[in-house]
């Protein structure tokens, strides 16, 4: 991490935060891998900066007190907001926004109420506001996984803000360390995920992790082992090339692309200083639908096989 500097991101104007001001550690946008509590502050701090912009991508009540709380737990914040790596989370955050909602609301005419995208999973930010400011069809339950170190700040915070879920849905932290690589399956499978029920998945905030390929790769698998047949994955993953996220997509069973930082992700805030070099590494948006089994519907499938075996080995099979 670049060494931090004790100055505020902008004046201290009310006397009676000039003090916590002054004690926030601030570093370069250009920082490479940082601590989680670190990620969590810069994307509230784009959240906060977002909520002052005269057309505001987003609405986000409570990212003021998200920023407060992960900086006082020790966040780093970023010396400068209008950063071209800060910006386009700000656009990330608006897209990855949409996706859910848009996977969260679909009325499938084919699939019975019990397979609608009920399960959401938010990956990579202890601090996400999702859970309390999109508006989650009853029924929803969300899951939030995220490193143990900042699970503990952001739900006191959150709540001292007044945060809560809307009526009828539910949110569960999920500790896990991501940048190591480590599995967080059992973890969430504990807290009530299911993996025979569809999910929608976003990410956000482990482009800043400093996770290398092994470790994407490994979260990947994770997913993929986790989320059942059809299910939606979004998100934005550090820096690679665009033929490497291909290859990643396709390695773990996610049919899907990267989307860029552009005509598809404009909303009238694009410049050209966001463009990113088409051929080189850079950090990527990309939206997928998982095409393989999960690990627990290839489990009941083995099951189905194993009883019909036992009865007639010619007795149709009906997985639906």
Not at 204 to 214: D, E, F, R, S, T
Not at 230 to 247: E, F, I, K, Q, Y
Request: overall charge negative.
């Amino acid at each position: 991490m670049a060494a931090a500097v004790a100055v505020c991101m902008a004046p201290c104007a009310p006397t009676s935060h000039r003090r916590r001001c002054r004690r926030r550690q601030v570093v370069s946008a250009a920082a490479g891998s940082w601590g989680p509590l670190d990620c969590s502050a810069q994307l509230a701090a784009v959240r906060a900066a977002e909520q002052q912009q005269p057309l505001p991508l987003f609405a986000d009540s409570y990212a003021a007190a998200a920023l407060d709380a992960a900086a006082a737990a020790g966040g780093a914040l970023p010396e400068a907001l209008d950063a071209p790596n800060l910006q386009r989370e700000a656009l990330a955050t608006r897209f990855l926004d949409e996706q859910l909602l848009k996977a969260a609301t679909i009325v499938n005419l084919e699939r019975d109420l019990t397979q609608e995208y009920n399960q959401v999973v938010l990956v990579g930010d202890a601090f996400d506001t999702r859970p309390f400011r999109l508006p989650w069809p009853e029924g929803t339950v969300l899951f939030c996984v995220a490193p143990a170190a900042a699970h503990a700040a952001a739900d006191a915070a959150l709540k001292a803000a007044g945060a809560r879920v809307p009526r009828g849905c539910l949110l569960r932290r999920v500790p896990a360390e991501l940048a190591d690589g480590s599995s967080f399956a059992g973890a969430l499978e504990t807290a009530g995920f299911r993996g025979d029920r569809l999910s929608v998945w976003a990410l956000q905030g482990v482009a800043c992790l400093g996770m290398g390929a092994l470790e994407v790769s490994a979260l990947l698998v994770d997913i993929t082992n986790l989320a059942a047949f059809d299910s939606l994955v979004a998100g934005m993953l550090p820096p690679m090339t665009r033929r490497a996220l291909d290859n990643l997509l396709a390695s773990v069973g996610l049919l899907g692309a990267g989307v860029d930082f552009g005509q598809q992700t404009d909303w009238g805030r694009w410049r050209p200083e966001l463009a990113l070099d088409p051929e080189g590494e850079r950090p990527w948006l990309f939206v997928a639908q998982q095409k393989r089994l999960s690990n627990r519907e290839m489990g009941i499938y083995e099951d189905h096989v194993a009883a019909a075996g036992e009865v007639d080995e010619d007795t149709p099979l009906d997985f639906s």
